[in-house]
């Protein structure tokens, strides 16, 4: 595959995990776009189509699962091989979802920049990713709003055991923990928002049946 006639899409909404791959994709001779959320990866697209999109999953306004899912389903973005990040679903289930709804590969945070690297040279030399059929809508979002409630409890569970630590911690150790704090109940409310979107479109899909 010919990096001088395309690019990279990534896809991540924390700004230093976001910096540090578009640096270093560039210091290897990529062409690198990036996009803060899965609606503003959709609308790079849109413009131009990318070798690969490296993608996070979850993410504010459209997360990973439904980009995928929306790239799958369209007939003219099926062939382009998309790399999954995330620290949040890492459990065997999360991982058979993703390759499920069409994701080539799947990377756990902390990344590990060498195999990152090897990863995306791997798909650029093999090209368009293979489409399989993707999945019904209803089969989709079944399988979606499983996979968001189990994290929502999760979260829950995790900020619960964040806070009741943050009573007996040292002091010089506090600012860490309510740094952790904050990003669990950011990634709470971005899942549940989620879950919001799927109820309405469900909704929207039972009326109009």
């Given at each position: 595959?010919?990096?001088?006639?395309?690019?990279?899409?990534?896809?991540?909404?924390?700004?230093?995990?976001?910096?540090?791959?578009?640096?270093?994709?560039?210091?290897?001779?990529?062409?690198?776009?990036?996009?803060?959320?899965?609606?503003?990866?959709?609308?790079?697209?849109?413009?131009?189509?990318?070798?690969?999109?490296?993608?996070?999953?979850?993410?504010?306004?459209?997360?990973?699962?439904?980009?995928?899912?929306?790239?799958?389903?369209?007939?003219?973005?099926?062939?382009?091989?998309?790399?999954?990040?995330?620290?949040?679903?890492?459990?065997?289930?999360?991982?058979?979802?993703?390759?499920?709804?069409?994701?080539t590969r799947f990377i756990e945070k902390p990344i590990d920049l060498?195999?990152?690297?090897?990863?995306?040279?791997?798909?650029?030399?093999?090209?368009?990713?293979?489409?399989?059929?993707?999945?019904?809508?209803?089969?989709?979002?079944?399988?979606?709003?499983?996979?968001?409630?189990?994290?929502?409890?999760?979260?829950?569970?995790q900020i619960a055991r964040i806070e009741r630590l943050l009573e007996?911690?040292?002091?010089?150790?506090?600012?860490?923990?309510?740094?952790?704090?904050?990003?669990?109940?950011?990634?709470?409310?971005?899942?549940?928002?989620?879950?919001?979107?799927?109820?309405?479109?469900?909704?929207?899909?039972?009326?109009?049946?």
């Amino acid at each position: 595959m010919n990096t001088q006639q395309g690019y990279l899409l990534v896809a991540e909404d924390i700004p230093d995990i976001l910096n540090l791959m578009d640096a270093t994709l560039k210091f290897k001779g990529y062409r690198v776009v990036t996009a803060r959320n899965g609606q503003e990866a959709l609308e790079a697209i849109q413009k131009e189509h990318p070798l690969i999109v490296i993608t996070d999953i979850l993410m504010p306004k459209m997360d990973g699962f439904s980009l995928v899912h929306r790239l799958r389903i369209n007939p003219e973005t099926r062939n382009i091989p998309v790399v999954f990040l995330s620290a949040t679903y890492v459990a065997p289930e999360d991982k058979a979802f993703a390759i499920t709804i069409g994701a080539t590969r799947f990377i756990e945070k902390p990344i590990d920049l060498e195999n990152f690297m090897l990863t995306i040279s791997e798909l650029l030399e093999k090209g368009a990713h293979t489409p399989t059929e993707p999945l019904k809508e209803v089969d989709f979002f079944e399988g979606y709003q499983k996979r968001l409630k189990i994290k929502l409890n999760q979260k829950i569970s995790q900020i619960a055991r964040i806070e009741r630590l943050l009573e007996t911690v040292p002091e010089q150790e506090k600012q860490s923990f309510t740094d952790s704090l904050l990003l669990a109940v950011n990634e709470r409310e971005e899942i549940r928002t989620l879950l919001g979107q799927i109820h309405e479109h469900v909704e929207l899909d039972n009326d109009t049946e």
